[in-house]
Each structure stands twice: as C-alpha cells, then as structure tokens.
C-alpha cells in the first residue's frame, strides 16, 4: 500500500501552530468583553458560595455570545478558591436531558458508589438530599441548554422541592439557555422558580468579535500567516449573521485549512470569504439536531421531496425547487406515522413553519394566484441530501437512547 495517504498526517503545517485554539471547544483563559456578565454571575452566586440559601439565576443569550465559556471559566475559578463552602456542577442537558439523567449526573460526580446500582429516582433524590445535608452544603447546578430537558418542570419542581426538604444547606439553579421562545412552554411555577434573577448575553458587534478573532489568530496560526483585513472580514461575516463568536471562529479555521489544503502560506480575505460560506452550512446541520422532534421531521419531509420532487419544479425559477406547504404538510403526516409518531395539527405545522424560516433553514414564498389558489411554497436553504443524512444520524441516535433508557 503506498503510504501517500498519510503522509499529509506528518506534513508540518505552514498555517497552524496550534489548531486546538482555534476549536469552539476550547475555553481562552481570558474572555473578552465580558466582566460585567462574569461579574454579575458571580454576584447572584455570592450567597451560595458562602453556604447561604441564594437566588436561583437564569442566563439568557443568542447561540455563541458566550454563555458556556463564561460559566466553565466561573466554576474554574471557583473551585480554586479555598473559602467556598458550596459545591458546583456543570452539567450538559444537551447530554443529561431529563430529570432522571440530571440527578444521576450528581450521584455520579459526587457520590459514584451509588451511581452503578440501578437506583430509581427516589432513591438517588434522597441520597442527594442526605449529602447536602450531612454538612449543610449548598450545591449550585448549572444547568446549560436547559431548554432540551424533557421533563424540565419535574426536574424544577424536584430540585426546588429540595429546599423544603433540607434542614441545612440547600440547592441553587443557574439554567443557561439560547431559545428565547423557551419561556412560554413552561408551567407558571417553574417560571418564577428559575427566573429569580435574569441575565441577558447581548450578541458581539463587529469590533468585538475582530478582537477575540485576534486573540486566538495569534496562539492559534503562525506568525505574520494571517492579516488584520482577512480577521476584520471573518468578525463582519459573523456580526452581519449573528454576533456569533463561534461562526467567527469557524469561518476563521475553515479559511486556515483551505490555504493549508492548497499549500498556501498565509491567510486571505478570499480564504475567509471562500470559508464563510461552509461554515454557515456546517452550522446549519448542527442547527438542525438541535431542533425539536416535529420541527425536525418536517425538515426531513421537505428534504425527501426536494431530493424526489422535480414535478414541483416551478418554471420560471430555474432549477429551484419548491414545494406545496399542503405537500410536505401530508409527507410529514405520513412520516411521523409510520414513525409512531401522532403528527401535529396543520395549525402547529404553520407555526412550525414560521419558525424554521426565522431559523433560516427554509425560504417560503406566497404564490400568486393561479397555483392552486393561495398557496405557500417551501424551499430548503441548504442541500436536501445532507439535511436528510444529518437527521437520520440524530433520530437514529434519539431511538437508541429511547430503547437505553
Ligand atoms: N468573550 C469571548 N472571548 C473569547 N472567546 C469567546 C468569547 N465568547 C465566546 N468565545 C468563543 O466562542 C465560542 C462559542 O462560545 P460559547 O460556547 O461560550 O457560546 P454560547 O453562548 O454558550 O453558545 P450556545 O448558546 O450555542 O451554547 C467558543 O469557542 C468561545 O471560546
Ligand atoms: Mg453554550
């Protein structure tokens, strides 16, 4: 076998000095433009980390203002500090998404005996109750993407319910959530339990993302591999999107593997701009795994037309294809059916609809008279077969976590 293939794995790169600085997983030691956020968590927190019963807080901000990193650089922080008296856990409900996998999650960080025995939720509930307990400790749980926890106001409820039953100590919630719209699914008393104290993350403007590009562009390229023009066009991309510091970062890595892939050795406005238009599609993909079940089979139906559909070409638009709302309306039906799924009424299905434009992943338009009445027509803003294998990745991967529970 020639060993061509893989002697682009020893090749040293002339752009990277360090790619892991450039990854949206990677958490800077200092985050910019952010201590009054930073200052504000830790203040609400205050009573907790003095082992008083404090405020529950609830952090609000557009996807890449932030918010995670903040947190993960707070808890760090805390947890060096000697005089703490209470404890903290992150805790990702993107992975732990229901009330079941959150306590577990305590069990398993704190009290790990208990973790493997198959306890039911009664159970592992007292064992935290006791622990808190047995010095008057109060435990701060960070709750990130609270928002796809399934059984959000039992889990509330349950955590809440704690405080009534401790004698010492206690518990407090930091819920951290990106969906604005979060609010209005949830029961009045949970509302009112998590939003004690509120934090906004506004988006970053331009200059500001310019700066944190900055920063990482020169831990993470070589020296003099990228210019101050191709940072600023990256930071204006993602401004003009978002705010979003990690599409910035992505348009930024992508752009340095292109000129990697191509031997080039700097970074230019074209590799960013080349770049930007990847890393929006990638985001959309990611976008799409976050999405609630029916939103996301409504996707998969508009995908699996458009990837059949040429009978819905419409002709004055070229190659486009769009698509009948009533059409992907009945696939929908039709999927989630053959999925044991009961499919949402067609008044949900428009409103759905209306959010998955706002989102960005489809276009509609008004048809004129003429075509079949008034109708909507539906177009897919990114390629139909990725959206369709995006989504069977993740339902397959949502069934088998069903059939492991
Ligand atoms: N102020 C900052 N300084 C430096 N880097 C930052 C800053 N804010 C965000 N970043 C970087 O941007 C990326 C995304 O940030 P983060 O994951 O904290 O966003 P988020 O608000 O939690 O987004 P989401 O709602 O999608 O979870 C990370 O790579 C992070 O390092
Ligand atoms: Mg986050």
Same mark, same amino acid.
């Given at each position: 076998?020639?060993?061509?293939?893989?002697?682009?794995?020893?090749?040293?790169?002339?752009?990277?000095?360090?790619?892991?600085?450039?990854?949206?997983?990677?958490?800077?030691?200092?985050?910019?433009?952010?201590?009054? *956020?930073?200052?504000?968590?830790?203040? $609400?927190?205050?009573?907790?980390?003095?082992?008083?019963?404090?405020?529950?807080?609830?952090?609000?901000?557009?996807?890449?203002?932030?918010? /995670? $990193?903040?947190?993960?650089?707070?808890?760090?922080?805390?947890?060096?500090?000697?005089?703490?008296? !209470?404890?903290?856990?992150?805790?990702?409900?993107?992975?732990?998404?229901?009330?079941?996998?959150?306590?577990?999650?305590?069990?398993?960080?704190?009290?790990?005996?208990?973790?493997?025995?198959?306890?039911?939720?009664?159970?592992?509930?007292?064992?935290?109750?006791?622990?808190?307990?047995?010095?008057?400790?109060?435990?701060?749980?960070?709750?990130?993407?609270?928002?796809?926890?399934?059984?959000?106001?039992?889990?509330?409820?349950?955590? /809440?319910?704690?405080?009534?039953?401790?004698?010492?100590?206690?518990?407090?919630?930091?819920?951290?959530?990106?969906?604005?719209?979060?609010?209005?699914?949830?029961?009045?008393?949970?509302?009112? /339990?998590?939003?004690?104290?509120?934090?906004?993350?506004?988006?970053?403007?331009?200059?500001?993302?310019?700066?944190?590009?900055?920063?990482?562009?020169?831990?993470?390229?070589?020296?003099?591999?990228? %210019?101050?023009? #191709?940072?600023?066009?990256? &930071?204006?991309? !993602?401004?003009?999107?978002?705010?979003? &510091?990690?599409? !910035?970062?992505?348009?930024?890595?992508? #752009?340095?593997?292109? $000129?990697?892939?191509?031997?080039?050795?700097?970074?230019?406005?074209?590799?960013? $701009? %080349? !770049?930007?238009?990847? #890393?929006?599609?990638?985001? +959309?993909?990611?976008?799409?795994?976050?999405?609630?079940?029916? *939103?996301?089979?409504?996707?998969?139906?508009?995908?699996?037309?458009?990837?059949?559909?040429?009978?819905?070409?419409?002709?004055?638009?070229?190659?486009?294809?769009?698509?009948?709302?009533?059409?992907?309306?009945?696939?929908?039906?039709?999927?989630?059916?053959?999925? *044991?799924?009961?499919?949402?009424?067609?008044?949900?299905?428009?409103?759905?609809? /209306?959010?998955?434009?706002?989102?960005?992943?489809?276009?509609?338009?008004?048809?004129?008279?003429?075509?079949?009445?008034?109708?909507?027509?539906?177009?897919? +803003?990114?390629?139909?077969?990725?959206?369709?294998?995006?989504?069977?990745?993740?339902?397959?991967?949502?069934?088998?976590?069903?059939?492991?529970?």
């Amino acid at each position: 076998m020639s060993t061509e293939p893989f002697s682009s794995l020893f090749k040293e790169s002339k752009i990277f000095q360090n790619r892991e600085v450039l990854s949206p997983h990677f958490v800077p030691a200092s985050l910019l433009f952010r201590d009054k *956020q930073i200052d504000d968590i830790v203040k $609400s927190l205050n009573p907790s980390l003095r082992g008083e019963r404090g405020r529950n807080l609830f952090v609000y901000g557009k996807t890449g203002t932030g918010k /995670t $990193s903040c947190m993960k650089y707070i808890i760090d922080k805390i947890r060096t500090l000697p005089v703490v008296k !209470a404890k903290i856990i992150y805790i990702n409900c993107r992975i732990h998404n229901s009330r079941y996998r959150v306590l577990h999650k305590i069990i398993s960080d704190y009290l790990p005996l208990y973790a493997k025995k198959g306890y039911g939720i009664v159970d592992i509930y007292e064992k935290v109750i006791n622990w808190i307990e047995e010095d008057g400790k109060v435990l701060v749980v960070v709750l990130d993407e609270i928002d796809v926890v399934k059984d959000l106001d039992d889990l509330v409820y349950t955590l /809440t319910r704690a405080n009534t039953d401790i004698k010492s100590g206690g518990i407090t919630i930091v819920g951290i959530s990106n969906k604005i719209s979060f609010k209005d699914a949830l029961d009045p008393r949970s509302l009112s /339990t998590l939003y004690e104290n509120e934090l906004v993350f506004p988006p970053y403007n331009s200059n500001e993302l310019s700066a944190i590009l900055k920063d990482r562009a020169e831990k993470g390229f070589k020296k003099g591999v990228i %210019d101050q023009s #191709a940072i600023n066009l990256a &930071a204006a991309i !993602a401004a003009k999107d978002s705010g979003d &510091a990690r599409l !910035a970062l992505k348009i930024l890595s992508k #752009a340095g593997e292109i $000129s990697d892939e191509h031997s080039l050795d700097a970074v230019t406005t074209k590799e960013v $701009s %080349d !770049a930007s238009k990847y #890393a929006e599609e990638e985001i +959309a993909y990611e976008l799409v795994n976050t999405l609630p079940e029916h *939103q996301k089979l409504i996707i998969y139906a508009i995908s699996m037309l458009s990837i059949q559909g040429s009978r819905y070409k419409r002709l004055s638009e070229g190659t486009d294809t769009y698509l009948f709302s009533g059409d992907v309306y009945n696939k929908y039906s039709q999927i989630s059916e053959s999925l *044991q799924k009961e499919p949402k009424s067609s008044r949900w299905y428009r409103k759905y609809i /209306t959010d998955l434009e706002m989102q960005g992943l489809i276009n509609t338009y008004e048809s004129g008279k003429g075509i079949r009445g008034h109708t909507k027509l539906i177009k897919l +803003a990114y390629s139909p077969e990725k959206m369709k294998d995006t989504i069977e990745k993740t339902l397959l991967r949502e069934s088998e976590a069903e059939v492991g529970k």
